[in-house]
């Protein structure tokens, strides 16, 4: 079975610059698993910051960015604010149709 | 503008299904990707499925034996039957329009606000 791997939790300073990452239990993330980035608050819905790797989805501020680092999908919040304080999920491709979410990550701003 | 709006019981028995609804409004269904989501209480998100609005549907395989959605394009809506649950099938249960380019489906653009499901006898 194939797990997609997230940071359970992540601390970043108000203006700073946090790095999140999402891997696979076996192999390598490249473009080719279509990585997606969604921002969730709670009791919120989540919304789409990030796709196809590191296309911004309308109205996502430029801070927020994505790329492939080594061999994971990473999202980079650069210039940290307060209401950037809530949970991260990536999800990817992995074939056949078939989608997987990572266990999330969760974001403080301190 | 599209909106999705979940609907069905709160309370389901364990061992009997689980039937939600999504509708869609402002927008219509054809031509589109359609799917469900779900997350469990202070837990993670969990993609159950998706179904094209020609009824073709793809399953979460850890999901598969128990799933079956469905479209009704005259009411505009789909739907998500989930048989035999368990406690652990409690979750707020979420419907999504997939933004497709081309032959390609890249993320789930419109979102419902979500519907809590619980399992309890």
């Known amino acids: 079975q194939i797990v997609v791997t997230q940071e359970p939790s992540f601390s970043v300073s108000p203006g700073g610059t946090v790095t999140l990452t999402c891997g696979l239990s076996?192999?390598?993330?490249?473009?080719?698993?279509?990585p997606n980035w969604y921002q969730q608050t709670p009791g919120q819905a989540p919304r789409t910051l990030i796709y196809?790797?590191?296309t911004r989805s309308s109205g996502v501020p430029d801070r927020f960015s994505g790329s492939i680092l080594g061999n994971k999908a990473a999202l980079t919040i650069t210039g940290a604010q307060a209401d950037d304080e809530c949970d991260y999920y990536c999800?990817?491709?992995?074939?056949?149709?078939?989608?997987?979410f990572g266990g999330g990550t969760k974001v403080t701003v301190l | 503008q599209v909106q999705l709006q979940e609907s069905g019981p709160g309370l389901v028995k364990p061992s009997e299904t689980l039937s939600l609804t999504c509708s869609v409004s402002?927008?219509?269904?054809?031509?589109?990707?359609w799917s469900w989501i779900r997350q469990p209480p202070g837990k993670g998100l969990e993609w159950i499925g998706y179904?094209?609005?020609?009824?073709?549907?793809n399953y979460n395989p850890s999901l598969k034996s128990r799933v079956i959605m469905s479209v009704d394009t005259s009411k505009n809506q789909f739907s998500l039957k989930l048989n035999s649950v368990i406690a652990a099938d409690t979750a707020v249960y979420y419907c999504?329009?997939?933004?497709?380019?081309?032959?390609?489906?890249?993320?789930?653009?419109?979102w419902g606000r979500g519907t809590t499901v619980t399992v309890f006898s």
């Open positions: 999504a329009r997939w933004y497709c380019s081309g032959p390609y489906c890249y993320y789930m653009d419109v």
């Open positions: 402002g927008g219509s269904i054809s031509n589109q990707y």
């Open positions: 179904i094209y609005y020609t009824g073709s549907t």
């Open positions: 076996s192999g390598s993330v490249s473009s080719g698993h279509y």
């Open positions: 196809n790797t590191d």
């Open positions: 999800m990817l491709y992995i074939g056949s149709g078939i989608r997987v």
